[in-house]
């Protein structure tokens, strides 16, 4: 498989180089040349089969001749191994016709670690082939963070520098990242928002000279590879409730729109995808965009769901490529248009196509302590802030009843136990394995916002830990 920038002026790469590229040389995003397309048979095939069976079956066409089918069967069934639960992604009903699907069963209790698991195992396979170091350089609302560590610590042929917003990320989210005492990891807190914390790496990746120098990879949701990898659970999802003979509809707690565009490429191979509903928080520019056809960036405010607080979706590039017929320059007009007024629109046709399969909601922040409430009410489970707004979303854009309605759930409650506590008066548990978590040391630098300042401190230590580790 070959793959295009959503910009046009980047050379066509392979897989290989996409995963470890990361962003494209013109600023853009890979996505796949073409969509390649699983047949109603080939789907229904994927019932029944383990998570990790299905996974190589739905990657297999994005990764080509990459990786060997024998190496990525082994790599995916390492990478959903340590999930906790044994359904990998279990489906649980929560109302007449209305599902949770639990992602927060890996090693760092959030979805990420769908993408990530996998993301660690495919680097370390072709840097290890290559004979070649990376420096992973990312930024994260919280959750992409600790996952990214969990997957890359320790491997050999890289070190990971992850920026996270200053005090703006929960105090569980931050100490999965920094009490990893892993000599290739270096925690960056930033005064800033996630959006600033994500300009400075965009501006990183643009500094050419920066960028060759440090051999500069990027594992946030702009990786092609982590949207490939999120596309699996909406298959797994969807056969288990009959599809592809009935079509289903998700609602996905949204932030940098990496995960509902993994939906809509899904739909894209041939799923049968009744809706997808965009569920944002009080940063609510996709809600905004789908609903008045203008994307206009508005302040950061912070939240009870902070891996949403985001007014830049970077992945809403990905859809526009495909609005704009797939024409690079035709993208480029817009976001220069964003760069200089502020915002663009979307064309009548543009946005008739985008309602076609999307739905939008906002969901402010006493709806998402009443959805915590109602759902632990209603069935007795405690979950997120992130899951109740996929939840809430879900039951405002229920649409038809005979459609089964899956509400993604991104986060583990314990993830973020104060607006539990808030909502029901109940404290949720962290699972056993993480008890000492609290008690740990950390480790994080932090820094102002400031290009050059950050630049200093990973040139000065990109490639430490191949003198001072073990
Ligand atoms: C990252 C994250 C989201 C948002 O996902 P996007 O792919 O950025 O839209 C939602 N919920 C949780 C818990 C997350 O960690």
């Not at 992850?162 to 569980?172: A, G, Q």
């Not at 663009?344 to 046709?349: G, P």
Request: glycine share 8%.
């Amino acid at each position: 498989m070959n793959y295009v920038s959503t910009r046009g002026r980047a050379p066509v790469l392979g897989f290989e180089d996409v995963l470890l590229t990361g962003l494209a040389s013109d600023g853009g995003l890979y996505v796949p040349e073409s969509w390649p397309q699983f047949s109603a048979a080939e789907l229904t095939a994927c019932a029944g089969r383990s998570y990790a069976e299905v996974a190589v079956k739905i990657i297999a066409p994005f990764v080509g001749d990459a990786v060997p089918a024998a190496t990525l069967g082994a790599l995916a069934a390492d990478a959903y191994r340590g999930f906790a639960h044994p359904a990998t992604a279990p489906l649980v009903q929560i109302d007449d016709n209305d599902w949770l699907l639990e992602l927060f069963h890996g090693p760092t209790l959030a979805f990420k670690d769908f993408a990530l698991q996998l993301l660690g195992r495919l680097f370390d396979h072709v840097l290890s082939k290559r004979g070649e170091r990376v420096t992973v350089v990312g930024a994260t609302s919280g959750d992409t963070g600790s996952a990214a560590i969990a997957a890359f610590k320790d491997r050999a042929n890289l070190e990971i520098f992850i920026l996270h917003p200053k005090d703006r990320v929960s105090e569980v989210q931050r100490r999965q990242m920094t009490t990893v005492a892993a000599a290739n990891v270096h925690n960056i807190a930033i005064e800033g928002s996630f959006d600033d914390c994500q300009a400075l790496v965009k501006a990183m990746f643009n500094d050419a000279q920066f960028r060759a120098a440090l051999n500069l990879s990027a594992v946030n949701s702009i990786n092609w590879a982590r949207v490939m990898a999120q596309v699996v659970y909406y298959v797994t999802a969807a056969v288990a409730l009959g599809g592809p003979a009935r079509p289903v509809a998700f609602a996905v707690p949204t932030g940098n729109f990496g995960d509902a565009y993994a939906g809509y490429v899904a739909s894209r191979c041939g799923l049968p995808v009744a809706r997808l509903v965009v569920a944002t928080n009080r940063n609510d520019i996709l809600a905004r965009l789908f609903h008045f056809g203008r994307y206009l960036p508005g302040e950061v405010v912070a939240t009870m769901s902070p891996s949403m607080d985001i007014q830049v979706a970077s992945n809403f590039e990905r859809l526009l490529f495909e609005l704009c017929r797939r024409d690079g320059a035709a993208v480029e007009a817009r976001l220069s248009l964003l760069a200089k007024d502020g915002q663009f629109d979307l064309t009548a046709q543009q946005l008739a196509e985008v309602r076609g399969m999307f739905d939008s909601a906002r969901i402010d922040e006493d709806e998402t302590l009443a959805e915590i409430g109602r759902v632990f009410e209603r069935c007795g489970r405690l979950i997120d802030p992130h899951s109740a707004i996929g939840s809430a979303a879900a039951r405002k854009r229920r649409g038809a009843k005979t459609v089964p309605m899956i509400a993604l759930a991104t986060a583990h409650a314990a993830k973020f136990p104060d607006a539990v506590v808030r909502a029901t008066g109940l404290r949720p548990e962290l699972p056993a394995s993480f008890q000492g978590l609290m008690d740990e040391r950390e480790h994080y630098a932090v820094l102002a916002r400031d290009l050059g300042a950050v630049q200093t401190y990973i040139r000065d230590r990109a490639g430490r830990s191949d003198h001072g580790h073990n």
